[in-house]
C-alpha cells in the first residue's frame, strides 16, 4: 500500500517538472519586470536537497543547468551519478570541517562560507588544475541563534581574508532570512543584504552576487536586487 502511493506521489512530480521549471521562470520574468530588473538578470538554481537524481535528470532534460544541494554526502552521489560537465553545482548548507575537502573537489560553487577556518580549508584543498572555487558569504541577517551565517559587524574581516586566497574567488553574499509571510518584512532582510553588499562593492570588482529568496520570497528577494534565488520546492515539490 505504502510504496504504491510513494510511486504515485513520485510520478506526479516527475511529470511536472518540466511545468513547474516554466512556472518559476514566468514568476522571475514577472518579479524582473515589476521591480525594473534586466530580463534575464536573475539566475534560478534548483535546489535539489533530497530528490533523486531522476527528478534532477528531468529538470537537465527541461533545460535547467545549475543545481543546489545541502548534504555533502548526498550531493556527492548524485553529482558523480549524473556525471555531466555542463551543469554548475552549488553547495549551499553548513559547512562542517571534515566536509571541506570533498566539497572543494565537486563544485562550482559554495554559497554558505561564514567563517576564516572554513575559507582557508575550501582554499587549501581546492585542486589547483580546476579553476578558482566561486564563493559567497552566508550572512546572518535575522541574527538567529540556530542559523548558520556570520554577524554584520564581522563581514568585512571575512571579507578581506576570503579576498586574498588564490583558489577562492570572491563573488557576493547568500542569506537565508526568518520565514516572514510578510512582503514588507521580507523586503527589509533582503534589502540589508543589498546594502551590505553595495558598500563593499566598490574595492572588489567580481563581487556581484545576491544570493537570496526561496519559494516562499522569491518575489522581494529580486524587488530588492537578488542576482541568483535557490528554489526547491515550487520545482520539486514538498521535501519530507
Ligand atoms: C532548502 C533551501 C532552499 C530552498 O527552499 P525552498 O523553500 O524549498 O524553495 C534555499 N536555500 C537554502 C539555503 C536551503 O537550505
Same mark, same amino acid.
Given at each position: 500500500m505504502l510504496l504504491i502511493f510513494l510511486s504515485i506521489d513520485y510520478c506526479y512530480y516527475m511529470k511536472n517538472i518540466p511545468d513547474s521549471l516554466s512556472q518559476v521562470f514566468q514568476q522571475i520574468n514577472?518579479?524582473?519586470?515589476?521591480?525594473?530588473r534586466p530580463t534575464g538578470s536573475v539566475k534560478l538554481l534548483a535546489v535539489s536537497k533530497t530528490k533523486p537524481v531522476e527528478n534532477i535528470q528531468a529538470a537537465i532534460d527541461a533545460g535547467q543547468t545549475e543545481f543546489a544541494e545541502n &548534504? $555533502?554526502?548526498?550531493?556527492?552521489g548524485k553529482i558523480t551519478q549524473i556525471n555531466n560537465p555542463d551543469l554548475i553545482w552549488h553547495f549551499i548548507g553548513p559547512i562542517q570541517s571534515n566536509k571541506a575537502r570533498a566539497i572543494a573537489e565537486h563544485f562550482n560553487w559554495v554559497h554558505s562560507i561564514d567563517r576564516i577556518k572554513i575559507a582557508k580549508r575550501l582554499n587549501d584543498?581546492?585542486?589547483p588544475f580546476l579553476a578558482p572555487l566561486n564563493v559567497c558569504i552566508q550572512v546572518n541577517i535575522s541574527r538567529e541563534k540556530t542559523k548558520s551565517g556570520i554577524n554584520q559587524e564581522m563581514l568585512?574581516?571575512? $571579507?578581506? &581574508?576570503? =579576498?586574498?586566497?588564490?583558489h577562492l574567488k570572491l563573488r557576493g553574499l547568500m542569506t537565508l532570512p526568518a520565514p516572514y509571510d510578510n512582503f514588507k518584512k521580507q523586503r527589509?532582510?533582503?534589502?540589508?543584504?543589498? =546594502?551590505?553588499? $553595495?558598500?563593499l562593492h566598490s574595492n572588489l570588482p567580481d563581487f556581484d552576487t545576491l544570493s537570496m529568496g526561496t519559494t516562499h520570497d522569491m518575489r522581494a528577494a529580486i524587488a530588492e536586487g537578488a542576482t541568483m534565488v535557490r528554489i526547491g520546492t515550487a520545482l520539486f515539490g514538498p521535501r519530507d
Open positions: 514577472a518579479a524582473e519586470q515589476e521591480f525594473g &548534504y $555533502v554526502q548526498e550531493a556527492i584543498l581546492r585542486p568585512n574581516e571575512l $571579507v578581506e &581574508y576570503c =579576498n586574498k586566497l588564490p527589509q532582510s533582503f534589502k540589508q543584504l543589498r =546594502n551590505l553588499l $553595495v558598500s
